[in-house]
């Protein structure tokens, strides 16, 4: 699509009008995001559009779209999706004993004893790959937790959560009881290590360049919905 509007404006309600005409999700629902912060977050991003529209440089618009669109109809199905992660969560799955263990056990255990914590949980930690099934308990609870949660809150965390491994660091995140750059560091221990014992990879480097750039756009979205 060619850019067509000049003027970009946010309404009363929030919503974003293009030359006084409402900007609207692609099944056509108004795109209303109620919290100022965000609209003119959403805002920017179309003041920012060139000759073309290029929906990978509107990372704001896009979840603001998947909030309304996709999770506000059914909420709790869509929560339930990202709760499935509880069950095999990054930060549960260790190496063997030695230095890279000693390194995930400094990154992760604080997360899990916070989760223990707050929601009042434990966790099988295991040492290699191979699948462990998780207390029943411990699953419940976090999806509650997860449902709890608004649709606009659900919209970022699902690519947070994907794009770390752990649904605990995105709990984490939400609930600000970890900062954003430490959890990306955390979900990314082993790769670290990886690359300092054997160089980093170029194709590695630019697909985690690319992940890190939606991470930092989902963040941002919780940030300013919260501001």
Known sequence: MKRFWQDVAVTAEGGIALDGRPVRTPGRLALVAPFPALAEGIAA???????????????????????????APDAP??????AVYGGSDLLCY???????AERQAAAWDPVLEWARDR?????VVTGGVMPVE?????????REAVVALSP????PLSPIVSLTGSLLLGLAIVERAIDADSAWAAAHVDEDWQAE???????AAETRAAHAADYRAAV???????A
Request: no cysteine; proline share 8%.
């Open 45 to 71: 991003e179309w003041r920012a559009v060139g000759e073309d529209v290029d929906p990978r440089a509107m990372p704001l618009t896009g979840l603001a779209n998947a909030a309304i669109e996709r999770i």
């Open 77 to 82: 199905t869509f929560a339930g999706g990202i």
């Open 94 to 100: 260790r190496a063997e004993p030695g230095p890279l």
């Open 119 to 123: 929601h009042g949980v434990d966790f």
């Open 134 to 142: 998780q207390p029943p308990r411990t699953l419940a609870r976090l």
């Open 152 to 155: 606009w809150e659900l919209a």
């Open 197 to 203: 014992q054997w160089g980093e990879d170029s194709l």
């Open 220 to 226: 941002r979205f919780l940030d300013l919905i919260r």
